[in-house]
């Protein structure tokens, strides 16, 4: 899985300022047939393009162009599926 977060072994990283993000706030996996993101118990919470919050740990199947949301609006990523 790829992990983001803040902490410098992530393998998306994200500024150590910011806001609402975690050190190890989601995981990307590929589960042989889908693309999942999952919850790493993070402070702030993971959003996913219809507003729905994540439980921690609890696998979301992603479609391509979903945003996934790391605690507010301000650190996002897209995802592209092809």
């Known amino acids: 899985p790829l992990v983001a977060g803040r902490a410098a072994d992530c393998d998306i990283r994200f500024s150590l300022d910011a806001r609402g993000v975690s050190r190890r706030h989601l995981s990307i996996q590929y589960t042989g047939h889908e693309w999942t993101v999952r919850d790493l118990g993070s402070t702030n919470g993971t959003f996913v393009s219809s507003g729905?919050?994540?439980?921690?740990?609890?696998?979301?199947?992603?479609?391509?162009?979903?945003?996934?949301?790391l605690g507010d609006d301000e650190n996002s990523l897209k995802v592209e599926i092809s």
């Not at 439980?55 to 996934?68: A, C, F, M, N, R």
């Open 52 to 69: 729905i919050r994540l439980s921690p740990y609890t696998d979301w199947k992603l479609q391509s162009g979903e945003i996934i949301r």
